[in-house]
């Protein structure tokens, strides 16, 4: 059985860092393109970032991009989230997922390309 588990989240203040990893265990992962969505506050999930399965490419919504760096370590199945100059706008439940039906970023990041998904993690910026 396919789990991912996300940590790392918590308070920060405007302008700090967060890192944030996701373990994924009971499946192949290092062939699979894993993304990171968020969700805040009465929103929608959206998609943030996305990478390939070697890590050689990534791909970034426009209001993360510069300040948000996905990698992964394959010998870890473990996917990261390291983020940068944070905002009060980044404010919001993290979560990580893979898919198993699409290798290709650009589609990875509709949610419906997204086969499993981790519990969440909590992300709060103050201002």
């Known amino acids: 059985q396919v789990q991912l588990v996300e940590s790392g989240g918590g308070l920060v203040q405007a302008g700090g860092s967060l890192r944030l990893s996701c373990a994924a265990s009971?499946?192949?992962?290092?062939?699979?393109?894993m993304v990171w969505f968020r969700q805040a506050p009465g929103k929608e999930r959206e998609f943030a970032a996305a990478i390939n399965w070697n890590g050689a490419g990534t791909y970034y919504a426009d209001s993360v991009k510069g300040r948000f760096t996905i990698s992964r370590d394959n010998a870890k199945n473990t996917v990261y989230l390291q983020m940068n100059s944070l905002k009060p706008a980044d404010t919001a439940v993290y979560y990580c997922?893979?898919?198993?039906?699409?290798?290709?970023?650009?589609?990875?990041?509709?949610?419906?390309?997204?086969?499993?998904w981790g519990q969440g993690t909590q992300v709060t910026v103050s201002s």
């Open positions: 009971g499946g192949t992962f290092s062939r699979k393109a």
């Open positions: 997922g893979v898919s198993y039906r699409d290798p290709r970023l650009y589609n990875v990041r509709l949610e419906g390309t997204i086969d499993y």
